[in-house]
């Protein structure tokens, strides 16, 4: 994929997720990320199979849908992690698109964990770690104002680790598609409220937002 692609899936996947007014070096950023991940997927998986093209700029697009809904509540992220990054999908995004976040991304396979930490390098970015560990075992309790993840795990799963991440009055954001309900069995002893389901643009399913609060 050349550079000239790659700019072109950013500035379509900016104004899609309505992003359109992001500064030029933002875009410039972004399509050398895009850039690193088409080069690095014919040698690693690092996103599903089909078009390449198609595939990414849905992935930028469903991490800034997220970003969006996140920030359309008033939520402002400062100390975020981002939970299974695997090839920075949000996490990577949301810090190129919003540099004053200092993000953590979690990530426990080596291939994928590699790769984060040399586009990182490569793009020049600070604040912005990658750990190559479970996030329950590597991060100390209460550590976040907000956790994000793209298919890392079902909500029965994420939630207890999200809880066990946040501070008091954090949030949790993640995408699901249809069925996604039936996930939240057992949740009803957790401290972890949800707060928002609002509908993605296209039809990519939904952004979920949940709360820490205090357990009565």
Known sequence: MSGT???KIAESALRRAGFEGAAPETVETLARYLHEVGYWSGKVHLVGKGRLGSSLELLVLDSLALLGAV????IAAEKAADVGSGAGFPGLVWKI?????????FERRLKPQIFLERTIM???LGGIAVVGDDAGNAAEPGTFDIVTSKAAGRLDEMLPLAERLLSP?????????RGWER????????SMRMEAAIELPEKRGAALIF????KE
């Open 169 to 177: 009055g954090g949030t949790y954001a993640t995408l699901k598609g």
């Open 211 to 214: 709360r820490k609060t205090p």
């Open 183 to 190: 996930e939240l069995a057992g949740n009803s002893q957790s």
């Open 5 to 7: 692609d790659s700019a």
């Open 97 to 105: 698109v919003r540099p004053g976040i200092e993000m953590t991304l």
């Open 122 to 124: 490569k793009l020049g």
């Open 71 to 74: 920030e359309a509540r008033g």
